[in-house]
């Protein structure tokens, strides 16, 4: 069939959730057995969020082609099991460096390079590209930010285009919000009629409105919106909250989202999506009665989307091990040798953030050194494992100013390295080791047995290393180095022997973490935590 285009739009407020609505309709169209794929047009102007802290935007997500994207295609992969790459995601920055790079070299002839034709022309071009591959049946295009925003009209004034231009192959869903002012103790419509004909005064009609809300909307009331905003009566549906966002999908396709788009797309709805997987999903994670706690140590706990694919990685290993997951966020700019032991005594696991830089680096030492001593099961995740290494190499090797050269240059045992091939480069875009590379396991390891296998593929995002340099005094005392790279010898993964389950690896498996599919590292340690409380 021809591919079919889905736009999904937000107003009134940011932060709605397009991406969790994207991902749940994804989600049911795949379980119904559609090939389909999901992308996210960022309006910002960076070409990446690759340099962007984590308090401005969240987690830097990265895909197996080497892309750093938005947190959202986390989601995207999370919910459809469908690996994205860097078409999945594209920035204004990439659109106008595109244009420019165009201009620059006279693919233009000269003439003047405008928003219209030119760059809704390169929108539009990225938006048709993953279409023209013949691998999918929808294509699902998440605009970000709200209507209104002067950033995103390019994206719109494009989406305008092309609804013209495909047709009945394409579908418009506007996610708004229905606040409720609890002092009247009503729910109130203006803002979605208003963000509609924001939407409308740029020539885009919205086929489809998902309204979020925290109160269940009355049947007039949706048919009052459905009036005042020239929307069919059943294509108006409702997003309550929920207590996870993996209930989403369920709920969306009770109201039929999955139905009505088909139906607008001139598709025969025939039979139902095979949800049961899903479902048993839903029903464990709803229905785990005894806790598993996990403590985060980390940097920026304060921020609800700094850690997500941890975060919900753990979530998946602990709902398959049959346990509800108890999170505690350890700051590691306040975890000191005197109040470590009050900070970690009662988790049954612990996780050592990834990131950058020295900020809340002694934190982490200081929790490494109480967990090992303690046998505490650990995992340490990039920067993670390179802390691990750095006290392991204070504390038990004897190299008291053990350090990595990204904290400290001078240090006189630099056990953490930078890559040789990045040492001229200055230039912080794009200087890392990123996307998913091969990790050869030694066949006794924790980790080989973990995963079932002694060759596995985990996505990168860093660019500083374990110093091989000092590997066979590390193996002597016994932190083994189990997992490397078959082409450069690089160290992915350590082990410390003897210990119930202190891993550390170079790279990031939450990546790959899915809710039909969790990351079996994620899995072994809950388990490991789990054996660690009884």
């Given at each position: 069939?021809?591919?079919?285009?889905?736009?999904?739009?937000?107003g009134?407020?940011?932060?709605?959730?397009?991406?969790?609505?994207?991902?749940?309709?994804?989600?049911?169209?795949?379980?119904?057995?559609y090939?389909?794929?999901?992308?996210k047009?960022?309006?910002?102007?960076?070409?990446d969020?690759?340099?962007?802290?984590?308090?401005?935007?969240?987690e830097?997500?990265?895909?197996?082609?080497?892309?750093?994207?938005?947190?959202?295609?986390?989601?995207?992969?999370?919910?459809?099991?469908?690996?994205?790459?860097?078409?999945?995601?594209?920035?204004?920055?990439r659109?106008?460096?595109?244009?420019?790079?165009?201009e620059?070299?006279g693919?233009?002839?000269?003439?003047?390079?405008?928003?219209?034709?030119?760059?809704?022309?390169?929108?539009?071009r990225?938006?048709?590209r993953?279409?023209?591959?013949?691998?999918?049946?929808?294509?699902i295009?998440?605009?970000?930010?709200?209507?209104?925003?002067?950033?995103?009209?390019?994206?719109?004034e494009?989406?305008?285009q092309?609804?013209?231009?495909?047709?009945?192959n394409?579908?418009?869903?506007?996610?708004?919000?229905?606040?409720?002012i609890?002092?009247?103790?009503?729910?109130?419509?203006?803002?979605?009629?208003h963000?509609?004909?924001?939407?409308?005064?740029?020539?885009?009609?919205?086929?489809?409105?998902?309204?979020?809300?925290?109160?269940?909307?009355?049947?007039?009331?949706?048919?009052?919106?459905?009036?005042?905003?020239?929307?069919?009566?059943?294509?108006?549906?409702?997003s309550?909250?929920?207590?996870?966002?993996?209930?989403?999908?369920?709920?969306?396709?009770?109201?039929?989202?999955?139905e009505?788009?088909?139906?607008?797309?001139?598709?025969?709805?025939?039979?139902?999506?095979?949800?049961?997987?899903?479902?048993?999903?839903?029903?464990?994670?709803?229905?785990?009665?005894?806790?598993?706690t996990?403590?985060?140590?980390?940097?920026?706990?304060?921020?609800?989307?700094?850690?997500?694919?941890?975060?919900?990685?753990?979530?998946?290993?602990?709902?398959?091990?049959n346990?509800r997951?108890?999170?505690?966020?350890?700051?590691?700019?306040?975890?000191?040798?005197?109040?470590?032991?009050?900070?970690?005594k009662?988790l049954?696991g612990?996780?050592?953030?990834p990131?950058?830089?020295?900020?809340?680096?002694?934190?982490?030492?200081?929790?490494?050194?109480w967990?090992?001593?303690?046998?505490?099961?650990?995992?340490?995740i990039?920067l993670?494992?390179?802390?691990?290494?750095?006290e392991?190499?204070?504390?038990?090797?004897?190299?008291?100013?053990?350090?990595?050269?990204?904290?400290?240059?001078?240090?006189?045992?630099?056990?953490?390295?930078l890559?040789?091939?990045?040492?001229?480069?200055h230039?912080?875009?794009?200087?890392?080791?990123?996307?998913?590379?091969?990790?050869?396991?030694?066949?006794?390891?924790?980790?080989?047995?973990?995963?079932?296998?002694?060759?596995?593929?985990?996505?990168?995002?860093?660019?500083?290393?374990?110093?091989n340099?000092?590997?066979?005094q590390?193996?002597?005392?016994?932190?083994?180095?189990?997992?490397?790279?078959?082409?450069?010898?690089l160290v992915?993964?350590?082990?410390?022997?003897?210990?119930?389950?202190?891993?550390?690896?170079?790279y990031?498996?939450?990546?790959?973490?899915?809710?039909?599919?969790?990351?079996?590292?994620?899995?072994?340690?809950?388990?490991?935590?789990?054996?660690?409380?009884?």
């Open positions: 069939m021809e591919t079919k285009y889905i736009f999904v739009t937000g009134v407020v940011s932060s709605l959730g397009k991406g969790i609505i994207s991902s749940s309709l994804a989600a049911i169209l795949k379980a119904r057995g090939r389909v794929t999901i992308q047009f960022d309006p910002y102007i960076n070409i969020p690759g340099t962007l802290n984590p308090y401005e935007h969240g830097c997500y990265v895909t197996v082609d080497g892309h750093e994207a938005d947190l959202d295609l986390g989601h995207y992969e999370r919910f459809t099991n469908v690996r994205t790459t860097r078409a999945n995601n594209v920035t204004t920055g659109i106008y460096q595109s244009v420019i790079d165009k620059r070299r693919d233009y002839l000269g003439k003047t390079v405008q928003i219209i034709p030119h760059i809704t022309d390169e929108i539009k990225n938006v048709l993953l279409g023209t591959t013949g691998d999918y049946d929808f294509i295009t998440e605009i970000g930010g709200t209507v209104g925003d002067i950033e995103s009209l390019p994206f719109l494009s989406v305008r092309l609804k013209w231009e495909l047709g009945q394409c579908v418009c869903i506007h996610l708004t919000y229905v606040p409720y609890s002092a009247a103790k009503e729910l109130k419509t203006k803002p979605t009629q963000s509609v004909k924001q939407l409308q005064q740029v020539g885009i009609q919205p086929d489809i409105l998902v309204l979020r809300t925290e109160h269940e909307i009355p049947a007039s009331m949706l048919r009052k919106i459905a009036q005042f905003c020239n929307v069919s009566a059943d294509a108006v549906i409702q309550i909250d929920v207590p996870s966002i993996y209930e989403v999908p369920l709920s969306m396709h009770r109201q039929h989202l999955d009505i788009v088909m139906a607008k797309t001139n598709i025969p709805v025939v039979g139902e999506p095979n949800m049961a997987p899903w479902v048993n999903f839903v029903d464990k994670m709803k229905n785990a009665t005894r806790e598993v996990i403590g985060l140590v980390g940097k920026y706990v304060e921020l609800q989307d700094a850690y997500k694919s941890i975060n919900e990685s753990l979530l998946h290993a602990a709902v398959y091990n346990r997951l108890k999170l505690k966020y350890i700051h590691s700019e306040k975890l000191t040798g005197s109040n470590v032991d009050d900070m970690l009662d049954d612990v996780v050592i953030a990131g950058f830089g020295q900020r809340g680096i002694e934190g982490k030492f200081v929790a490494l050194k967990c090992r001593e303690h046998d505490i099961p650990t995992f340490g990039c993670g494992m390179q802390c691990m290494v750095i392991f190499a204070r504390n038990v090797l004897g190299l008291t100013d053990a350090n990595s050269t990204e904290m400290d240059p001078s240090t006189p045992h630099n056990v953490i390295d890559m040789e091939e990045q040492k001229s480069v230039n912080m875009g794009g200087t890392m080791r990123l996307g998913a590379y091969d990790c050869r396991l030694d066949e006794t390891s924790l980790a080989a047995k973990a995963y079932g296998s002694t060759t596995v593929s985990e996505r990168h995002r860093h660019r500083f290393e374990f110093n340099d000092y590997r066979q590390f193996e002597d005392a016994g932190m083994k180095c189990v997992g490397r790279n078959p082409e450069t010898g992915e993964v350590v082990e410390i022997q003897g210990k119930k389950w202190m891993i550390g690896t170079q990031h498996p939450e990546y790959s973490s899915t809710v039909l599919n969790p990351s079996p590292l994620f899995l072994s340690f809950i388990n490991a935590a789990i054996h660690h409380q009884k």
